[in-house]
């Protein structure tokens, strides 16, 4: 379940009856959120997290005790002045740390009743964590901690005997051979050191030979087992991650460990992906995993990359020797692959159920973007059979590598929808657009960036061509959203105010762009009040005082007539008023000098509805407008319109 867009889940994971292999805890929706190895336990426990790929890992005979709590959020305390989350409504939020999502624990870990883990920590083998610890930190094999916050009261054993037991890994052994040796696992461990000592596998291995060779040329080495047998299908998410991150130039190999029965299948989708990059394709390797040469792998391999699957504790174990990073294939992309390269603007493509051919022309006015760095970020909310890989690979044919897209099995809502791409997005600002909305021409938002850097608004709105398709013609329409547009040449905010809030005559959210930090953090203040109207924040944007810069250049293609609010019929519309209702009435708490203003307005109309003063404003505004200027039409070059079309446009 979710409160305040935080998600709860209940956790149970009792002693297995017999030997088992990893095990794993799902949600509802078919979501794995812990996955445990043989003859682990959990007595009680609760996850809680902002992100709906939060995870714990678990290794082999760990016992985690009752109500333990796992806040995959880290609010450890920084060098702020105040510790409260201003993000939620500050315009210029400090600079965010990205949440760990995956907790690790190793084998043989004791962690005793109402611990508390505060965000992706990983517990070494052998520790044990005092009842009432709260974990804010890593802690080492074999370590004895406690305390709020926790710190390492002890050690088990000494160094040498911790160096030992982490070698032999008991936990590894076949459970008949556990049992027979039961009574010296519970004895004294130096008796237990003289009987067993650290299996030594002389291996000569082509990969090993292989790895050598290149980090001796200063490569660095990711290692990755693809989780080809789960539905989640992370593999998929960290091999698009690490084909955007480098290319040929870098010096970087992602081996993949594989079994036999599944190397085909992995290699036959991967190798589009690399065609598509041709000669400047990443080096990417493959072997056949084996538990025996990972000791030796490791020995040469930086980073880990873990999924939901068990065999990643066990990879976990290995990589603990070699002090290998550790990441999680759902953390965020730069987390898992770090890159110096910056990304301007995260262009949002808004998708449901759309028209494929609008949706190519959209991506196609995106792609031929020029003068500034961006990254394609595409989420559908529900769309049945959406062919995610089709589209994926003809981003890559077209030569962009930045691109991420996230598919919903059901519909949520444009919020939420937009939410998700929001988390996953790393650019410094936010585009959003719609299949049959296209950016104007191809240096439109490099022109938009540097207005907005130069005269530095962190929101900002272009002009619209409005342009309506029959089927048979293209036609432009003589219109703007908002219609006043001189009050934002004036730059009389108080009177943008009034005019979008209280008369209604809304900036269109198709021609908005904004800093990725201040869209983030007003988008989430309204995930779960507020469904489909995700444009709704620019309004609580002018409530609050925060001036919107308006480019005076032509930057939108829009398309009227097939959006929700005008083909979806009366039920939709109702919907979408609903939310312009939830937002108009959260902004009149909030500011209460606007109520008062509307009331003072409604009290000298001599009878009229507010409805009536909104029209008969918009009214005045287009009417001055065209008196003025003659046209919203300003420089507008349909040819740009008619090479993604591939139709004549005319003017209405």
């Known amino acids: 379940m979710r409160e305040d867009n935080v998600l709860l889940e209940t956790l149970s994971l009792p002693m297995p009856q017999l030997p088992t292999p990893a095990c794993a805890i799902q949600r509802d929706d078919g979501q794995v959120v812990l996955t445990a190895g043989s003859r682990s336990q959990l007595l009680s426990g609760t996850i ?151 299996a030594v596998h002389e291996i000569s291995d082509e990969t090993v030979e292989t790895l050598r060779e290149f980090k001796e040329q200063g490569y660095r080495v990711y290692y990755f087992v693809p989780d080809v047998d789960s539905p989640e299908g992370i593999w998929r998410k960290v091999i698009r991650a690490y084909l955007s991150a480098y290319t040929a130039n870098d010096k970087t190999a992602l081996l993949l460990g594989l079994s036999g029965e599944n190397a085909e299948a992995v290699t036959a989708k991967i190798q589009p992906l690399m065609n598509t990059m041709g000669e400047n394709a990443p080096l990417i390797l493959t072997h056949t995993w084996n538990e025996e040469h990972l000791g030796r792998i490791f020995s040469y391999v930086d980073d880990l990359i873990t999924t939901k699957d068990g065999i990643s504790s066990v990879c976990v174990d290995y990589a603990s020797h070699e002090n290998v990073r550790v990441s999680y294939g759902c953390d965020d992309k730069e987390q898992i692959f770090p890159r110096e390269k910056e990304i301007d603007i995260s262009v949002c493509v808004l998708s449901y159920q759309p028209d494929y051919e609008k949706l190519f022309a959209t991506l196609t006015s995106i ?40 598919h919903s099995a059901e519909n949520h809502g444009t919020v939420r929808n937009m939410m998700q791409m929001l988390s996953a997005a790393r650019g410094r600002y936010i585009k959003a657009i719609s299949p049959g909305d296209y950016l104007y021409c191809n240096d439109v938002l490099g022109k938009m960036l540097r207005f907005m850097e130069q005269e530095h608004y962190a929101v900002a709105f272009g002009r619209a061509c409005y342009y309506h398709h029959d089927g048979s013609s293209y036609q432009l329409l003589d219109t703007m959203s908002p219609l006043n547009l001189g009050i934002y040449e004036a730059k009389d905010y108080d009177a943008v105010k009034k005019a979008c809030v209280i008369y209604g005559d809304f900036i269109l959210g198709a021609l908005l762009m904004g800093e990725r930090r201040m869209i983030t953090a007003y988008t989430n203040e309204i995930v779960g009040h507020i469904i489909y109207g995700e444009d709704t924040i620019y309004l609580r944007m002018l409530a609050d005082g925060i001036p919107i810069g308006f480019w005076n250049h032509n930057f939108i293609w829009y398309e009227v007539g097939t959006g929700i609010s005008t083909k979806g019929g009366d039920a939709w519309r109702k919907r979408l008023g609903k939310d312009m209702d939830v937002c108009l009435f959260i902004i009149e708490q909030l500011h209460a000098g606007i ?51 591939h139709a004549p446009v005319v003017r209405g």
Not at 374 to 396: H, S, V
Not at 603 to 629: C, P, V, W
Not at 640 to 645: A, G, H, P, Y
Request: aromatic fraction near 10%; charged fraction near 25%; charge should be negative.
């Open 48 to 198: 809680a997290s902002t992100n709906d790929d939060a995870h714990i890992l678990i290794g082999r005979y760990a016992s985690l005790g009752r109500n333990i709590t796992f806040d995959m959020e880290d609010r450890a305390s920084r060098a702020s002045a105040a510790a409260y989350p201003f993000s939620f409504w500050s315009p210029s939020p400090a600079e965010d740390v990205p949440e760990r999502r995956q907790i690790i624990i190793g084998n043989d870990v004791r962690i005793e009743s109402n611990v508390i883990f505060r965000g992706g920590i990983t517990v070494g083998n052998g520790a044990i964590v005092r009842a009432g610890a709260v974990l804010m930190e890593d802690v080492p094999p074999y370590a004895v901690v406690e305390g709020n916050p926790a710190h390492v009261a002890g050690y088990r054993f000494d160094v040498d005997t911790i160096r030992q037991l982490q070698r032999i890994k008991w936990w590894n052994w076949p459970e008949e051979d556990i049992r027979k040796n039961i009574h010296i696992l519970a004895d004294n461990v130096d008796a237990f050191l003289m009987k067993f000592q650290p």
């Open 367 to 406: 792609v031929q973007q020029v003068h500034c760095s961006f990254e394609i970020i595409i989420g559908d909310d529900g769309t049945p059979n959406f062919p995610q890989e089709e589209i994926e690979l003809w981003l890559r044919q077209q030569g962009c590598r930045d691109c991420t897209i996230l």
């Open 595 to 645: 109520r008062e203003e509307k009331e003072k307005i409604l009290s000298g109309a001599n009878g009229k509805t507010m409805r009536d003063l909104q029209k008969k404003y918009r009214t005045d505004a287009f009417e001055a407008y065209i008196a003025e200027h003659g046209s919203y039409l300003q420089d507008v070059d349909e040819g740009e319109l008619e090479r993604l079309v």
